[in-house]
C-alpha cells in the first residue's frame, strides 16, 4: 500500500503542478484579464467547499462515489482542450474538475493516516512534492504553445486515476467502515477553529493562482520563477521527510506558528518583489506555511473528530475549497485594481488566521 500511496501522490502533484504553475500563464498568454482569470480558478475550489456538504446531507461516501469522482477529474481534464477559446467552456471545465478532485484527495489522505500514522505519514506524501517539482521543471522547457500544458494535464489525470482507482478498491473495507460514523462536527460550535484554517488558504490565492504572473511582471524570468516555485517544493519535501517529531508535539501551537511565519511570507514578497535572493528566503518558508500547516491539520482533524473520513472532506472542501475560492477571487480584483499591494493583502489574512487560531486555542482544554 505504501508504494501505491506514494505513487499516486507523486502523479496527483504533478496534476496540481501543470494546473497551478503553469494553466494561469496559459490563459493570460490566451488573452485573459486578471479578474478573469480569477474567477475561472475560484470556479473549481468552489465546488470543493459545496460537495462536502452533499454528505453531511444522506450522500454516502463509499468507493463507488470515488471511482465516480475519477471519472468526473478525466472527463473535466479531456474538456479542457475544447475549451480554451471560451470562458465560459473553461468555467465549466473547472467546475468539472472541481467535483472531481473534491472527493479524491481526502479519501487518499484519510488512506493514508490510517496505514501510516501522522508520522510516517510525510514520508509518503513527500513524493507529491517531488511529483511538484519534476513537471515544473520538464515543463518549463516544453511550453511552447498552450496545448502542451494541457496534454501534460490530460495525460497526468489519466495516470492519477488508475493509481486511485486500485487504491480504492484494496481500501474498500476501510472506507465503508468509515461511512458508517454519526457526524460529530459542528462546524458553528468550532467556528474559530475553521474561520482560521480557512483564512490560511485565503491568503494562498495570491501565490498559487498569480505568482508566476506577479514575479514576471517584476522583471524575474520565467526560468527564475520556476526554480523559485522549485526550491519552495525542495524544502517542503525535507520537512515531509523530518516532521514526523514535530507532529508529536502539540499540533495546535504549531498551526498556530505556520500561519504568523505564512504572514511574514507574503510580507517579503510584498516588500521585495524583484530581489531575488529575498524571492528564495520566502519559497523557503514554504516548508512551514505549506508542508507541516497541512501535515498538523489534517492530524488534528483525525484526532479531534471520531467521523474522520468527513473532517477530512470538510477540511478539503472548506479550506482548499472556499478558502482557495475567495483566495482567487480576492487576489484576482487586487491584482487588477491595486497591483503592488497584491501580498500586502495576503500577509493581512495569514495574519487573521493566526488571531482566530489563538482564539480557538485559549478554549480548547487539550490542545494537543
Known amino acids: 500500500m505504501s508504494f501505491l500511496l506514494a505513487t499516486f501522490y507523486f502523479f496527483y502533484f504533478s496534476v496540481i503542478g501543470v494546473y497551478i504553475i503553469f494553466l494561469p500563464k496559459v490563459l493570460s498568454m490566451a488573452g485573459y484579464v486578471p479578474s478573469d482569470i480569477g474567477i475561472i480558478f475560484a470556479a473549481a475550489p468552489l465546488v470543493r467547499f459545496l460537495v462536502p456538504f452533499a454528505f453531511i446531507n444522506g450522500l454516502k461516501i463509499n468507493v463507488k462515489s470515488f471511482n465516480a469522482s475519477l471519472l468526473i477529474m478525466c472527463l473535466s481534464a479531456l474538456s479542457f482542450y475544447f475549451s480554451l477559446d471560451s470562458f465560459y467552456k473553461l468555467l465549466l471545465s473547472n467546475i468539472s474538475l472541481g467535483i472531481g478532485l473534491s472527493i479524491v484527495l481526502p479519501y487518499i ?3 493514508s493516516l490510517n496505514y501510516l500514522g501522522k508520522e510516517r505519514y510525510g514520508k509518503i506524501r513527500l513524493f507529491g512534492s517531488v511529483g511538484f517539482i519534476l513537471v515544473a521543471l520538464v515543463l518549463v522547457k516544453f511550453l511552447s504553445s498552450p496545448s502542451v500544458a494541457l496534454l501534460y494535464l ?13 487504491i480504492a478498491k484494496k481500501a474498500d473495507t476501510l472506507l465503508e467502515k ?24 485565503v491568503s494562498f490565492g495570491s501565490f498559487y493562482n498569480f505568482f508566476t504572473i506577479y514575479t514576471t511582471d517584476h522583471g524575474v524570468s520565467l526560468d527564475m520563477t520556476i526554480y523559485l516555485w522549485s526550491f519552495g517544493v525542495i524544502v517542503e519535501i525535507f520537512m515531509l521527510y523530518f516532521q514526523g517529531a514535530l507532529l508529536s508535539k502539540n499540533l495546535l501551537l504549531i498551526l498556530q506558528i505556520t500561519t504568523f511565519v505564512t504572514a511574514l511570507r507574503w510580507f517579503l514578497v510584498f516588500a521585495f518583489p524583484d530581489v531575488t535572493a529575498l524571492l528564495f528566503l520566502s519559497q523557503a518558508l514554504h516548508a512551514l506555511s505549506f508542508a507541516l500547516f497541512h501535515s498538523a491539520a489534517i492530524s488534528y482533524l483525525f484526532y479531534l473528530y471520531k467521523h474522520k473520513s468527513l473532517a477530512q472532506q470538510l477540511f478539503s472542501g472548506i479550506t482548499y475549497g472556499f478558502g482557495a475560492f475567495a483566495g482567487a477571487l480576492i487576489a484576482g480584483y487586487v491584482y487588477e485594481l491595486y497591483p503592488s499591494y497584491l501580498f500586502l493583502s495576503s500577509m493581512l489574512i495569514a495574519l487573521t488566521a493566526t488571531w482566530f487560531l489563538a482564539l480557538w486555542g485559549r478554549g480548547v482544554s487539550n490542545p494537543q
Open 154 to 166: 490530460l495525460i497526468l489525470v489519466l495516470i492519477t486515476a488508475f493509481f486511485g482507482f486500485v
Open 178 to 201: 468509515q461511512s458508517e460514523h454519526t457526524n460529530d462536527i459542528d462546524l458553528l460550535a468550532d467556528w474559530k477553529l475553521w474561520l482560521g484554517l480557512t483564512l490560511m488558504q
Open 109 to 111: 489522505e484519510l488512506i
